[in-house]
């Protein structure tokens, strides 16, 4: 059985100003995703059929997901991280961000020295 899509209102807010659908799509839409109604009652209230419901919430669903990697790319744009590290956000007492901190300095990679070059042999001409 497939998954119900759901989102909050405050997603779908976001995602609304990207959709290029009509402004009745974009209202069944709403109501199967945020508010939960099944796609044959939305259906009858704008007397479509349920696939037609079905493929407007597909429109913003898609649109979500696009939103949401682009939030993930922004979150990360010029980010470089070692593999297996993650940025995130951390909301906390302030003691315990800094006990975090210290945590994170002792496992972050260490700047490699510069190796020293290896002598140069002259050429001979």
Known sequence: MRLKRRMTAAEFEAVRPLLNISDDRIEAARLALVEGRTLQAI?????????????????????????????????????????????????????????????????????????AAAPRTKRKE
């Open 43 to 115: 259906g009858d209230q704008f007397g479509w059929s349920r696939q037609a419901v079905g493929d407007a919430v597909s429109v913003v669903w898609k649109k979500l997901e696009d939103y949401r990697e682009s939030q993930r790319v922004a979150a990360n744009a010029g980010a470089l991280l070692p593999p297996g590290w993650e940025q995130v956000t951390l909301i906390a007492p302030s003691h315990l961000i800094a006990k975090f901190r210290g945590e994170i300095a002792q496992a972050s990679p260490q700047p490699e020295s510069k190796k």
